[in-house]
Structures are given as C-alpha cells and as structure tokens.
C-alpha cells in the first residue's frame, strides 16, 4: 500500500491445491492474498491471455496501478516459483 498499489494472486487452481501452494510459499514470504479464479473456470486468466487451452494457466504477475494502467507484465515457466523480489522492484517503480 506505501506504492498506492495492491497486489493479489490470481490462481485457476482448485481451492485445495490453491491452499496447499498458498501455505507452501507463504513459508518463503507471501504476503499478499491469492484468489480463485477456478469457477468459471479461468475467465480472469483467460481475459489476461493466460490460459491454456488444456485448461492450466502460465506463471504470470501482472501489476496494474490505481488508474486501471497494466504497468508489468512477466509470464514465465509454470514449474518455476515466481521472484517474489520481482514484484517489490516493480512496485517501487510505481512511485
């Protein structure tokens, strides 16, 4: 919030498997919630041009400021946990 920003996750997994990863990273310093976007299942990540067509979503972290401007985009390998240290740089950026 000191970057005039929320961050939020977006995951189309179902909600076990999104506990499970959820409690599993928040052991490396997750600090921001992560919803569900399982039922319809993926319709944000299909609006963000995420979604796979088998059904799995990419990697992704979007951040989007105040005035609804998409201002970071990175989409990388789904077997990889995401540089939470990514994000913190990004936000900075905001300011």
């Known amino acids: 919030e000191m970057h005039d920003a929320v961050v939020i996750g977006i995951s189309a997994d179902n909600i076990p498997s999104l506990y499970a990863w959820t ?43 105040k005035k609804g401007t998409l201002r970071y985009i990175d989409v990388h390998d789904i077997n990889k946990r995401p540089d939470l240290g990514q994000i913190i740089k990004a936000l900075e950026k905001l300011n």
């Open 23 to 65: 409690t599993q990273i928040s052991e490396d310093g997750l600090w921001f919630p992560v919803l569900s976007d399982f039922y319809p299942h993926g319709e944000a990540a299909k609006k963000y041009g995420i979604l796979r067509p088998e059904g799995i979503t990419e990697r992704a972290i979007f951040i989007i400021d």
